[in-house]
């Protein structure tokens, strides 16, 4: 099954980079043809909007918010022939890839933004993907959402994601992003593209919790990374990898400096011993 995962990925992405036209991917700009990210970080999103869920349920998307998790949102929707599926792909490897699981240290959350699908179609998706992802639990973790489209706008909007449905092609016309919030619904992180680093995806959802998921090691190489935007990963911070650096050899010096110290006390008193012996 992997493997198959990992071919479809690989021919779809052949296509994907060869096409001239690639779900309305013209010769102007992005920003021209409507489809960009316009990032909001920082700012938090309408909880209060209600989806149907893969269950055929309506709910607020508030309800997995405040649970003291960070939480991974993709926009794409199910019928989509390319793009979603490579940014989908793409965020399923990277998890799969984690030492953690969804529902556990995280949620996950994937919001269809055509309002014709239904719940069915998302349930089939969300089917696909835990098989992929084959974590025990993942299944309260990873929701899958059709709506409205006023809801979907809204939350788009919110986010900064900018698409369109094309006329001529049928299809919508999006970005490849994926969406890092924190618990109280503010958004943390975009990671943009077709492929995400598991480093990337584990540092972004530790900063987004502030600390609360992941370990000591995790939290201590959030201090060495930072994200650049220009690279759009997760890069080296040198000045703080030289603290730390200098904060080490720091302390080896310091016991370095207290081992030396405590064998020349006791050399002292070995030495002044005798004396003392001679005098009673």
């Not at 926009?75 to 490579?86: D, I, R």
């Not at 556990?104 to 969300?126: H, Y």
């Not at 190489?221 to 650096?245: E, R, W």
Request: aromatic residues 12%; hydrophobic residues 40%.
């Amino acid at each position: 099954m992997k493997n198959g995962f990992h071919i479809c990925s690989f021919i779809i992405g052949l296509i994907f980079s060869s096409a001239t036209y690639a779900q309305a991917v013209q010769n102007d700009p992005p920003q021209l043809r409507g489809i960009d990210v316009e990032e909001r970080l920082g700012s938090t999103i309408p909880l209060d909007l209600e989806f149907t869920n893969d269950a055929g349920e309506r709910v607020k998307l508030g309800q997995y918010f405040h649970q003291g998790k960070p939480i991974i949102i993709v926009l794409a929707y199910y019928n989509c022939p390319m793009l979603c599926t490579l940014v989908l792909n793409a965020v399923a490897e990277s998890v799969k890839q984690l030492a953690w699981t969804p529902g556990t240290e995280f949620q996950m959350l994937t919001v269809s933004i055509d309002p014709l699908e239904t719940s069915d179609l998302a349930a089939a998706k969300k089917r696909n993907y835990l098989k992929y992802l084959d974590k025990h639990g993942a299944e309260d973790g990873w929701r899958f959402f059709v709506g409205e489209e006023t809801p979907i706008r809204s939350l788009a909007n919110a986010l900064g994601f900018k698409y369109f449905y094309d006329e001529e092609r049928k299809e919508f016309a999006h970005p490849a992003v994926a969406f890092i919030l924190g618990e109280d619904g503010k958004i943390s992180r975009y990671l943009y593209g077709i492929q995400f680093k598991e480093r990337d995806m584990r540092l972004a959802l530790v900063e987004a919790s502030e600390g609360k998921v992941g370990n000591t090691i995790d939290r201590l190489l959030l201090y060495c990374y930072h994200y650049d935007p220009q690279a759009k990963s997760y890069v080296v911070f040198a000045t703080n990898v030289m603290k730390i650096g200098g904060l080490f050899t720091m302390l080896v010096l310091g016991v370095f400096v207290t081992i030396l110290w405590r064998r020349e006390s006791h050399r002292k008193d070995q030495s002044v011993q005798p004396d003392e012996v001679r005098k009673i």
